[in-house]
């Protein structure tokens, strides 16, 4: 396949892996999921796991891009490490004698430390992305057309949403299934705004398509058999299970927890965070390796 890698042997031009651009989003977008869940129902431990997660996930970016990182992502990392420290028990959720002490200090701190954890992380993705983009102009020396900064941004931040609102979908479904008497409302919300967030990502590969054409002209060119052999196989796999199915079994996820039918709404988020991981890893690999956004 034709491409214009960001990364060139004895280039200047800073490399970037694959699962680089993958642990960042994952990470920015589970965190940012956190405030549209209720505490007061979910308690501490479900806060805790997902901020670590996404900690971890910021240690594996580090580390594969081998401590080059954007700082304002090291900014979210240490106030989300502060914010799993502070993070209050609730009366209502957790079974502690922690859980019985009245609201203080601590529960808004830990409030105001998710936030600008957030805000750094939404930072560090956007300053990002439009390194990213300029990187790309520069490397189009073919002009074979490239993504715009702005479809570029919308990539990053739809691929970050997409991963945040299925990763925490599921953990969220997991929950039901060790606390049957939890209001299904908060479920049944996280699954329809994972149904907008593949709708939305969808789009945006619809859009940055419209501003590759000449990438994708000079693609299929010599046919759809050829370009299928040459490396278009990985396409077809990136769009109908990294986005297709995804959309099919959000759908069907959000109309399990409608029925309140949670072990069902579970099994499917449970496989929809597979085939949404493996789409945004090709994703990745494409935008990594050949300046392709998709």
């Keep these: 396949m034709h491409g214009r890698p960001l990364h060139q042997e004895g280039g200047s031009i800073q490399s970037y892996s694959t699962f680089y651009f993958f642990s960042t989003a994952l990470a920015v977008g589970s965190i940012s999921i956190l405030p549209l869940v209720p505490a007061s129902l979910f308690g501490r431990r479900f806060f805790l796991l997902v901020g670590l997660i996404a900690i971890l996930f910021f240690v594996f970016a580090l580390v594969s891009r081998e401590l080059a990182m954007e700082p304002l992502y090291l900014c979210s990392m240490g106030f989300l490490i502060l914010y799993e420290i502070t993070i209050p028990a ?16 601590q529960r808004t701190s830990s409030t105001l430390l998710l936030a600008l954890a957030i805000l750094a ?8 992305s439009l390194g990213v983009s300029a990187q790309l102009h520069i490397q189009d020396l073919r002009g074979t057309g490239i993504a715009s900064s702005a479809v570029c941004l919308l990539s990053f931040v739809s691929s970050a949403l997409l991963l945040g609102f299925s990763l925490v979908s599921m953990i ?61 196989l990985f396409v077809a796999c990136r769009l109908s299970l ?15 927890a409608k029925l309140e039918s949670n072990q069902s709404a579970t099994g499917i988020l449970y496989v929809l965070v597979a085939f949404v991981f493996f789409g945004e890893i090709l994703s990745k690999h494409f935008l990594a390796n050949q300046g392709l956004v998709l």
């Design 90 to 105: 609730h009366p209502e959720a957790d079974h502690s004698e922690e859980a019985e002490k009245p609201p203080s200090l």
């Design 121 to 128: 992380a939404w930072s560090g993705l956007a300053r990002e």
């Design 172 to 232: 969220l479904g997991h929950w039901y299934l060790v606390s049957r008497k939890l209001s299904f409302q908060p479920l049944k919300l996280i699954s329809g705004l994972l149904c907008l967030a593949v709708a939305a990502r969808a789009l945006v590969i619809v859009a940055a398509a419209f501003e590759q054409d000449e990438y994708w002209t000079q693609s299929f060119s010599g046919g759809l058999t050829q370009y299928l052999l040459s490396g278009g």
């Design 242 to 256: 990294g986005v297709l199915l995804p959309a099919i079994l959000a759908v069907l996820a959000w109309r399990c």
